[in-house]
């Protein structure tokens, strides 16, 4: 069988970010199928889920799941995979609304649902609502609500359309406590790794020439849905920090306007208060 050190040595060869632990992960995901002691077949298994990894197919498509704050989501092929760094908009958002019983929240462009989902697993009280275009998309974030809604958490609206459609969630104009979106942001000429370029939907990815044709609709709706002092939080790609804010800004109905960096000290998303 094919050594935990040979499947590192095979994926940082063929260029995996982060070998070692992928290599592990897949390990344990053959493991957790096997429920007892590894048989041929589950070794032969682990060299081919390496193989495929090395062809630079996503860790999460393999192992079918992916780690979103609290919750675990499926996700696969026809679906964007939630990052890491997600998770710091939605955390944002769930501190500046904790102390809301019963807030009303968007999530617009909700690829797999992990922002919505988030949501409603720690803020209880919220009334959720997610938008989403693809229909593959919605297939996995279906699956997902209907998972987190067997594990009791408080049901979220999923509406297939283009959330910057201003006869979409109309009825919600003027009411919204928050509006998150990570919507795709990636400039269409810009380079991206194999496991995005060959495995993420495009529509999660690009957004026009600067990336921000998206935005700028989103941003526009968000107005619109958020009451006076709603929240708005926006992913963006780390070379954007300047660029968002001034999108937002630009729209003239949003104060405190503010960049957030990642962990890594990145800038990573702008927030912004409905004046
Ligand atoms: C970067 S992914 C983010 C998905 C999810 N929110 C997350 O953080 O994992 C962007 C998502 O926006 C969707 N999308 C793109 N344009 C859209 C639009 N106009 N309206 C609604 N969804 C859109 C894509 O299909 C994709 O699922």
Redesign the pocket.
């Known amino acids: 069988m094919t050594s935990v050190r040979e499947a590192t040595e095979r994926l940082a060869a063929a260029g995996v970010a982060s070998p070692r632990y992928d290599a592990e992960a897949l390990l344990a995901h053959v493991r957790g199928a096997a429920r007892g002691a590894l048989t041929d077949e589950h070794a032969s298994r682990y060299t081919e889920l390496v193989e495929l990894r090395a062809a630079r197919v996503p860790l999460q498509h393999l192992t079918g799941t992916t780690g979103?704050r609290y919750l675990e989501l499926a996700v696969g092929p026809g679906?964007?995979?939630?990052?890491p760094e997600?998770e710091l908009?939605a955390g944002w958002a769930i501190d500046g609304l904790r102390a809301h019983p019963a807030p009303l929240v968007a999530?617009?462009?909700?690829?797999?649902?992990?922002?919505?989902l988030s949501l409603a697993h720690e803020l209880p009280g919220a009334t959720v609502y997610a938008?989403?275009?693809?229909p593959h998309?919605v297939a996995w974030a279906q699956r997902n609500a209907a998972a987190r809604r067997a594990a009791g958490d408080r049901p979220i609206t999923l509406i297939q359309?283009?959330?910057?459609?201003p006869a979409v969630l109309a009825d919600l104009d003027g009411t919204v406590d928050a509006v998150?979106?990570?919507?795709?942001?990636v400039p269409d000429q810009a380079v991206v790794a194999p496991e995005v370029a060959q495995h993420?939907?495009p529509?999660?990815?690009f957004?026009g020439p600067d990336g921000l044709v998206?935005v700028r609709?989103?941003i526009a709706r968000a107005a619109n849905l958020l009451r006076p002092g709603g929240l708005l939080g926006v992913?963006h790609a780390d070379l954007q920090g300047d660029l968002l804010p001034e999108a937002v800004a630009a729209d003239g109905r949003f104060a405190a306007i503010e960049d957030h960096r990642d962990l890594n000290g990145r800038p990573r998303f702008t927030t912004a208060v409905r004046a």
């Open positions: 979103f679906v964007f995979v939630p990052r997600t908009l999530d617009l462009c909700a690829g797999s649902g992990a922002i919505a938008v989403e275009i693809d998309a359309a283009d959330a910057a459609d998150l979106t990570n919507p795709p942001y993420d939907p529509v999660a990815i957004g998206v609709r989103l992913e």
